[in-house]
């Protein structure tokens, strides 16, 4: 797929590796991914006549991906074939993990919600204890506690809600044969259109695809972005340097301590004054007057209504577009 995945004296043509994108997503497939050695494919020979290459390779469809949440693939080495071995294991849960809690994360569906407002405000004032900065952190600790009770009972699982409303507006259209929609129906209608655009706000923010509009409707696609990423960004171990892998929670811990502890260890100082000589002047006495001078609270507003809603989650789980709204 691409030239990183090819390796001789002569290199991959570009339009053979652009052909192979394409009917991958003209099929909508998607890869897999993988652990292990990086080529799955070696000629055995040496010196320049050497070619490795990654040719084999796991692709899934939506389908697959939505049935089977935890999927990996493994290169192993062989001693007789020229190929790797490629093991794919997919599973719909993962056995041997000790679920965590989870923290608060703020979903933009709850503004939806008619009561909206009434609850924040309210939540917000009457836990204001202080002033200033230790009042927001004491507002929004209690709205942490207030709004994830509130979120689950007033929305719960919304894929669920879907189904059963799907389900009554089938049986009632089934007995309006030969007449007009009921007002029963007509108000399943409306409550599955609002649930709809509920559950495809949800997605979104889930997927974090930022490119496409709300109103398409397409929550299956948002659903694989969300369980792409998710499968993307998790970590199934960790790897020490000797080359060792963590097996449990403590060893996990260590490891990420020492990690951080050996990256912020200083290294020693030298004089730099040589090499600065050659470094160009970008940041003048003017620029850095105004990048010291004390921010205002226009520019924060600025900076807080130009990021995009659904980023940067604080500590208490509130993304930038609650903070936008309060």
């Given at each position: 797929?691409?030239?990183?995945e090819?390796?001789?004296?002569?290199?991959?043509p570009?339009?053979q590796?652009?052909?192979?994108?394409?009917?991958?997503?003209?099929?909508s497939?998607q890869d897999?991914?993988?652990?292990?050695?990086?080529?799955?494919?070696?000629?055995?020979q040496a010196g320049?006549?050497?070619?490795k290459?990654c040719?084999?390779r796991?692709?899934e469809?939506?389908?697959f991906?939505?049935?089977?949440?935890?999927i990996?693939?493994?290169?192993?080495?062989?001693?007789?074939?020229?190929?790797?071995?490629v093991?794919a294991e997919?599973?719909k849960t993962?056995?041997?993990v000790?679920?965590?809690p989870?923290q608060?994360r703020y979903?933009?569906?709850c503004q939806s919600?008619?009561?909206y407002d009434?609850?924040?405000?309210?939540?917000?004032?009457?836990?204001?204890?202080?002033?200033?900065l230790q009042?927001?952190?004491?507002?929004?600790?209690?709205?942490q506690r207030d709004?994830e009770?509130w979120?689950?009972k007033?929305?719960?699982?919304?894929?669920?809600?879907?189904?059963?409303l799907q389900?009554?507006?089938?049986?009632?259209?089934r007995?309006?044969?030969?007449?007009?929609?009921?007002?029963?129906?007509?108000?399943?209608?409306?409550?599955l259109?609002?649930?709809l655009?509920?559950?495809?706000?949800?997605?979104?923010?889930?997927?974090?695809?930022?490119?496409?509009?709300?109103?398409?409707?397409d929550?299956?696609?948002?659903?694989?972005?969300?369980?792409?990423r998710k499968r993307?960004?998790?970590?199934a171990n960790l790897?020490?340097?000797?080359?060792?892998?963590c097996?449990?929670?403590?060893?996990d811990?260590c490891?990420?301590?020492a990690f951080?502890?050996?990256?912020?260890?200083s290294q020693?100082?030298?004089?730099?004054g040589?090499?600065?000589?050659f470094?160009p002047?970008?940041?003048t006495?003017?620029?850095n007057?105004?990048?010291?001078?004390p921010f205002s609270?226009?520019?924060?507003?600025?900076?807080?209504f130009?990021m995009?809603?659904s980023?940067?989650?604080?500590?208490y789980?509130f993304t930038?577009?609650?903070?936008?709204?309060?």
């Amino acid at each position: 797929m691409h030239g990183s995945e090819h390796f001789s004296r002569n290199p991959r043509p570009e339009w053979q590796m652009r052909a192979f994108r394409e009917v991958i997503e003209d099929c909508s497939l998607q890869d897999v991914g993988w652990t292990g050695v990086p080529f799955t494919w070696d000629n055995r020979q040496a010196g320049q006549a050497n070619v490795k290459s990654c040719l084999d390779r796991a692709l899934e469809n939506e389908e697959f991906l939505q049935r089977y949440e935890h999927i990996s693939v493994r290169h192993i080495s062989t001693t007789e074939s020229d190929h790797c071995l490629v093991l794919a294991e997919f599973r719909k849960t993962l056995n041997g993990v000790r679920p965590r809690p989870k923290q608060l994360r703020y979903e933009n569906v709850c503004q939806s919600h008619v009561d909206y407002d009434k609850i924040i405000t309210e939540s917000w004032l009457q836990n204001q204890a202080s002033n200033g900065l230790q009042g927001v952190v004491d507002s929004l600790q209690s709205l942490q506690r207030d709004l994830e009770p509130w979120g689950a009972k007033e929305f719960g699982c919304l894929a669920k809600k879907v189904r059963k409303l799907q389900q009554k507006l089938y049986k009632l259209r089934r007995q309006s044969v030969g007449r007009g929609p009921s007002t029963e129906e007509k108000s399943i209608v409306k409550q599955l259109r609002e649930a709809l655009r509920q559950e495809e706000t949800w997605m979104r923010q889930s997927s974090r695809v930022r490119w496409l509009k709300e109103g398409d409707w397409d929550t299956a696609y948002f659903h694989a972005q969300a369980a792409q990423r998710k499968r993307i960004n998790k970590i199934a171990n960790l790897r020490r340097l000797d080359g060792s892998v963590c097996v449990n929670e403590e060893d996990d811990k260590c490891e990420v301590q020492a990690f951080y502890q050996n990256l912020d260890t200083s290294q020693g100082l030298c004089d730099l004054g040589e090499l600065l000589d050659f470094v160009p002047e970008k940041v003048t006495m003017g620029v850095n007057e105004l990048l010291t001078n004390p921010f205002s609270s226009e520019e924060v507003r600025e900076a807080l209504f130009h990021m995009a809603p659904s980023k940067a989650p604080g500590v208490y789980g509130f993304t930038a577009g609650f903070s936008s709204v309060i």
